[in-house]
């Protein structure tokens, strides 16, 4: 265990204790002591920054499953750093945030424990190289997520919000394990440094396209990209805090992380430059285009972020052109640099946007853009930050999103150039759709602009008196603005440290080795396309804004919910009642429809396999005499079973069935052993007494009276079960003859004695031999027990369920 | 169960009296037989069970609850920990899980006598089957709505 293990561990060791804190030390909100983690955790990790700007790389390893080539292997780099840090670093801000933003009254107990569970999960994702811890890790997230949103569970949007985010993730994650699984299947290996280093044998395999389709799915799912992105907005019942850290900064990136993680792998293919760009540059127009329609200011965030993640996503396609390239031309590797860049701008303006937004929920008690107006003289602290980070989201100087902005136009631009897939005339779309989607992006930041701080205040529109949030709770978005203007100024001092680590590992092929990018950040280019573009989007979407009062009646600035959620609900009332169909009609509620089940199978499952492999066999040698009072036995004991059916009242049956099982004990003493006979009788005993008690108390019921048809078939049914079973046993001793095998029962008979000291066989393979055997079938017959009793105990009311 | 028992039952009390102590002390014989003969942790628990039984059976009750103050659930968790503590204790040793281990030694009154670890293990055996065939018994029969 390292101290890298011990970093990824310490959030779930964390959460052990916040319970307690919550409980005992009520007095003291319980964020300021998970706040103190993710602070320290940040430190930690800014100390590593000059070893990883370096381009040294740290790596530790802990044996997890050997034998499954499974090991944690905690592994640092560029790409890590970049995600570790927005981890630590948004999420030590969040937890300041929302020590002001939860009152004390909230359940913080589990707040905070989905929290440490989430920002340890998420840490294990970015920081493992083993593909099925990442998997692990990665679902765990999904989990927390899933908690979070459903924090405030008393209301139906959020339980709903949180299966759909669950479900959506949750299967794209299934799908990922499937592509690592193959990527197993090629390589050997779920290191994911190794299989980098073997990169040639997964390109030439025929599992190449699905794996990679597989890991995508996954990747698209979490990174909620078009058409999987509908959970996201659903999502932002989560308390906002929450919706900050998880739905904005850092948990829908890991998609996008796994997507570069994964670049050295599948980059430079056709198919990955495609889906990758294409997905991408549709999300974004999508989500734009979405973020408009909404009222709810988080739901335009969220469909913004969608949108970010779709522009981010695209980047990262168009990027990995450079693995084709070979050596480093800037035209093909400049949009992974443009990726990394706004992966971390996004991170700070949206994260300061949706912290200014929960302020306003907070203290306005709504977030509809419909009733808000006006605030810009009511909460002037909040107007700043928001107008800051929404001048940086619609790609305004002097602030970092411009810069990023910017640098996407061109990176889109240069597409138009490229030599490689086939790119040709399509080339032009690329700058075309991005231009397009940067006008709603423009346009969506304007109406929540204007909406929210311009226009008249109505004090009527709000239940309670608006006034400015407490102090505490600006101080984490006012950190992430000044973070946005010193970005947007000083943009360099985020190229040596982590762009250029994260870039070497993104493209570890593209250089030479021992060389490193250089990247420089330059804020005026003079005037290019670019700043023409740019001037095209504000004009455009002043425009239009101005002349919003005429599209605003139109019916599809009216809808708001995304069209693509009819798949979704009707899958899911699909999925159900489909479900409950095949279960209805299986489930009759009879248990002879159930026994008739499983006979059927059991006998078709054997009669298969015997016929299939031919094996059946019937030989009389070796069969011992039969003694004369056998032949009084047996027909006793077959004329007793077939009585049973014929009996009418129930406790005579039970006593015939004692009555077989007397005779068994009997058949037993014939085959000399004692124990068992013994055993039979005492059970035989208790077992009547028991069907006794439990006739007294169930009620009287007509025996049920059968159809000739379900007679015959019963009949058949039990007559070749019982043929069967026959044929199996003297097929087993006839096979057993001709292999020569010696019965097991002579190592015993040996070895009791000589081993365990004792000359009954019987119990000493009971206790000795087979004494696991033993314990495990006590704790069966423990828990049947206590299932009886809860049954009987448990007296549920009509229309009640378990 | 409760409502059957009448006070006339003179027979079924006396034979109960009679035969309930002959069942225990056979099946506290049959557990130790184990070893060497018919018998066990197994059978004998079923017997002592059939012994309480057929107590509950003859009276009341409330009278047998007097007379027998276990509670049986408690008991089925102390079988089962009895036999895994058993198990456990060969590991303290270096042992796998469930190494039992025996010795002949010279006791006073009983001369020389096999002990072995098999037996606390299926001490733990009978107590859970004895407990589970009453508390399955003893819910069904009071039961009484």
Sequence with gaps: MSALHWVILSPFLFALIIPFLFKYVSKIHT??????????????????????????????????????????????????????????????????????????????????????????????????????????????????????????????????????????????????????????????????????????????????????????????????????????????????????????????????????????????????????????????????????????????????????????????????????????????????????????????????????????????????????????????????????????????????????????????????????????????????????????????????????????????????????????????????????????????????????????????????????????????????????????????????????????????????????????????TGLTSGSQWITRLQMTGLLRDYFAYIFTFMLLLVGYTFWRFDAFAIDTANTSVIEPFMWILIPLLIGAIVTIPFLNHRITAVIVVGVIGFLLALLLIVFRAPDLALTKLLVETVTLVIFMLAFYHLPEMRKEKFTPRLNVANLLISIGVGVMMTLVALSSAALGNEAGYESISDYFLENAKELAGGYNVVNVILVDFRGLDTLLEVLVLAVAALGIVTLIKLRLKGGEDV | MKRHVRASNLMLHSITRVVTFVLLAFSIYLFFAGHNNPGGGFIGGLMTASALLLMYLGFDMKRIKKALPFNFTTMIAVGLLVALFTGVSSMLFGYPFLTQFFDYYDLPVLGTTELSTALPFDLGIYLVVVAIALTIILAIAEDDS
Aim: hydrophobic share 55%.
């Design chain 1, 31 to 572: 964020g300021w002591f998970v706040w103190l983690l993710p602070t320290a955790l940040f430190i930690y990790f800014m100390n590593w920054l000059p070893v990883i700007s370096s381009g040294q790389v740290v790596e530790t390893t802990i044996s997890w499953i050997p034998a499954l080539g499974i090991d944690f292997t905690a592994y640092l780099d560029g790409l890590s750093m970049l995600f570790v840090l927005l981890i630590t670093g948004i999420g030590s801000l969040v937890v300041l945030y929302s020590i002001f933003y939860l009152s004390k009254k909230e359940r913080l107990g589990n707040f905070y424990v989905y929290l440490m569970l989430f920002m340890g999960a998420m840490l294990g994702v970015v920081l493992s190289d083993n593909l099925i811890v990442l998997y692990v890790f990665w679902e765990v997230t999904s989990m927390a997520s899933a908690l979070l949103i459903s924090y405030w569970f008393h209301k139906d949007k959020s339980t709903k919000g949180a299966q759909k985010s669950m479900l959506i993730t949750v299967a794209g994650g299934l799908a990922m394990l499937g592509g690592f699984i193959l990527l197993y299947q090629m390589t050997g290996t779920f290191s994911i440094r190794t299989i980098i280093d073997n990169v040639d044998v997964v390109q030439a395999s025929p599992l190449f396209v699905p794996a990679m389709l597989l890991i995508l799915l996954g990747a698209f799912t979490k990174s909620a990209q078009f058409p999987f992105h509908i959970w996201l907005p659903d999502a932002m019942e989560a308390p906002t805090p929450v919706s900050a850290y998880l739905h904005s900064a850092t948990m829908v990136k890991a998609g996008i992380y796994l997507v570069a993680r994964m670049t050295p792998v599948f980059g430079g293919s056709n198919v990955w430059f495609w889906t990758l760009s294409i997905v991408g540059l549709v999300t974004l127009l999508w989500g734009s285009i979405s973020a408009v329609r909404q009222k709810d200011l988080k739901g335009i965030l969220a469909f913004s972020t969608v949108s970010q993640l779709g522009l981010i996503m695209s980047l990262l396609g168009v990027g990995s052109a450079a693995l084709t390239v070979g050596a480093d031309d800037p035209i093909y590797s400049q949009a992974i640099l443009v990726a990394i860049f706004h992966l971390f701008n996004h991170a700070t303006f949206k994260g300061a946007l949706f912290m200014a937004v929960g302020i306003i929920d907070h203290e306005t008690g709504t977030r509809d853009i419909r009733k808000l107006g006006g605030l810009m003289t009511v909460m002037p602290i909040t107007f700043t930050v928001s107008l800051i980070g929404l001048a940086s989201m619609a790609g305004l100087p002097p602030f970092n999103g411009f810069l990023s902005k910017e640098k996407f136009f061109s990176a889109m631009l240069n597409v138009r150039n490229f030599e490689a897939f086939d790119v040709g005339s399509l080339g032009f779309l690329f700058p075309l759709i991005a231009w397009i989607a940067s006008i709603f992006t423009f346009l969506y930041s304007l109406i929540m602009f204007f909406h929210t701080f311009r226009g008249k205040f109505e004090p009527s529109n709000y239940e309670r008196k608006v006034h400015e949030a407490p102090i505490g709770m600006l101080i984490s978005p006012i950190i992430l603005v000044v973070l946005v203007i010193v970005f947007g100024l000083f943009p360099n001092l985020l190229s040596y440290s982590i762009i250029e680590p994260a870039k070497q590992a993104i493209l570890p092929t593209v250089l030479p080795e021992g060389e490193q990018f250089v990247v420089n950040i330059k804020i005026w280019h003079g005037v290019n396309t670019e700043l023409l573009m740019t001037l095209g989007v504000v004009l455009i979407a002043s425009f239009l804004f101005y002349l919003m009062h005429r599209w605003a009646k139109l019916a599809i600035y009216n809808r708001e919910r995304d069209p693509f959620n009819w798949f979704y609900d009707n899958a899911l």
